[in-house]
């Protein structure tokens, strides 16, 4: 199983980023997929989730800011994120939930807002 998360970098203030995570080794299109991220010194927290059926979950600190999507047909789970801020800075993670509830966790992104 691996799960490779992409297209983390560094923005400004209010800038916009979109990471991918592409599944293989998984039945992607029956698993729930979630996003964390782990800022410096805190500990790994929740940050959206999309289930297989396509039902969507939020922290309250993303709501209205980031969009969690996926692709069944390309295993690729997305997260745009739009108008970030410092607090936004953390490395970000993938998280497979499988139909079987075995669950698996990409390498991580990181992501710097630079304010």
């Known amino acids: 199983v691996q799960l490779v998360e992409s297209g983390g970098g560094l923005v400004q203030a209010g800038g916009s980023l979109r990471l991918s995570c592409a599944a293989s080794?998984?039945?992607?299109?029956?698993?729930?997929m979630k996003w964390f991220r782990q800022a410096p010194g805190s500990q790994r927290e929740f940050v959206a989730r999309?289930?297989?059926?396509?039902?969507?979950n939020y922290a309250d600190s993303v709501k209205g800011r980031f969009t969690i999507s996926r692709d069944n047909a390309k295993s690729t789970v997305y997260l745009q994120m739009n108008s970030l801020n410092a607090e936004d800075t953390a490395v970000y993670y993938c998280?497979?939930?499988?139909?079987?509830?075995?669950?698996?966790w990409g390498q991580g992104t990181q992501v710097t807002v630079s304010s």
């Open positions: 999309i289930t297989s059926g396509g039902i969507t």
């Open positions: 080794g998984i039945t992607f299109s029956a698993s729930a």
């Open positions: 998280n497979a939930l499988t139909f079987a509830d075995y669950s698996y």
